[in-house]
T-cell receptor, first 114, second 114 residues
Framework: NAGVTQTPKFQVLKTGQSMTLQCAQD?????MYWYRQDPGMGLRLIYY???????DKGEVPNGYNVSRLNKREFSLRLESAAPSQTSVYFC?????????????FGPGTRLTVL | AQSVAQPEDQVNVAEGNPLTVKCTYS??????LFWYVQYPNRGLQFLLK??????LVKGSYGFEAEFNKSQTSFHLKKPSALVSDSALYVC????????????FGAGTTVTVRA
């Protein structure tokens, strides 16, 4: 079991460029999440997908779009990158969208927007 | 609204000494509480969670946490710290009455010196 995998690990973009962050899980989990982590702040939820075919906005969705491609894969797209989107992005998954459910995280993508 | 506070940015302890990482929370209802650990350039790894029942929760790698409802705290403890415990520790909370996602603390960096 690889768990949650993310690609790429590192990326540098110029302002206005677009890119897609990829996430896949092999734990047969129903729910998947995208977070960003900024210095001195807790993780903030960007988007989540409670189950295949559904997506919902989190706390900080502006400037991002997501696609739940199938049960395994959940991608995050930046259409026009801005320096404020410089961050570390984490994907997570959980078996269910339950209040007690444990989320499992990928290794992260470190994104710099110049 | 729900929130988590980790009052110490850094904790330094000597190997073999007890380790405590503090976490306080604020929720409208009763909480579900989680601790994660993050090693450099890695994603968050689940340590333990409090759902209900016994206020003392035991988790991975010898860690435990005590839920204290009157003080709204969920401090993480380890009786004897190891150098390999050096990492970022992140507390998270979820309000049982709110069908929403986890709120994360900013994290406490633990350094265990040999």
């Amino acid at each position: 079991n690889a768990g949650v995998t993310q690609t790429p690990k590192f990326q540098v973009l110029k302002t206005g460029q677009s890119m897609t962050l990829q996430c896949a899980q092999d734990m047969n989990h129903n729910s998947m999440y995208w977070y960003r982590q900024d210095p001195g702040m807790g993780l903030r939820l960007i988007y989540y997908s409670a189950s295949e075919g559904t997506t919902d906005k989190g706390e900080v969705p502006n400037g991002y779009n997501v696609s739940r491609l199938n049960k395994r894969e959940f991608s995050l797209r930046l259409e026009s990158a801005a320096p404020s989107q410089t961050s570390v992005y984490f994907c997570a998954s959980s078996e269910m969208e339950g209040l007690t459910d444990t989320q499992y995280f990928g290794p992260g993508t470190r994104l710099t927007v110049l | 609204a729900q929130s988590v506070a980790q009052p110490e940015d850094q904790v330094n302890v000597a190997e073999g000494n007890p380790l405590t990482v503090k976490c306080t929370y604020s929720v409208s209802g009763n909480p579900y509480l989680f601790w994660y650990v993050q090693y450099p350039n890695r994603g968050l790894q689940f340590l333990l969670k409090y759902i209900t029942g016994d206020n003392l929760v035991k988790g991975s790698y010898g860690f435990e946490a005590e839920f204290n409802k009157s003080q709204t705290s969920f401090h993480l403890k380890k009786p004897s710290a190891l150098v390999s415990d050096s990492a970022l520790y992140v507390c998270a909370v979820r309000d049982r009455r709110v069908d929403y996602k986890l709120s994360f603390g900013a994290g406490t960096t633990v350094t265990v010196r040999a």
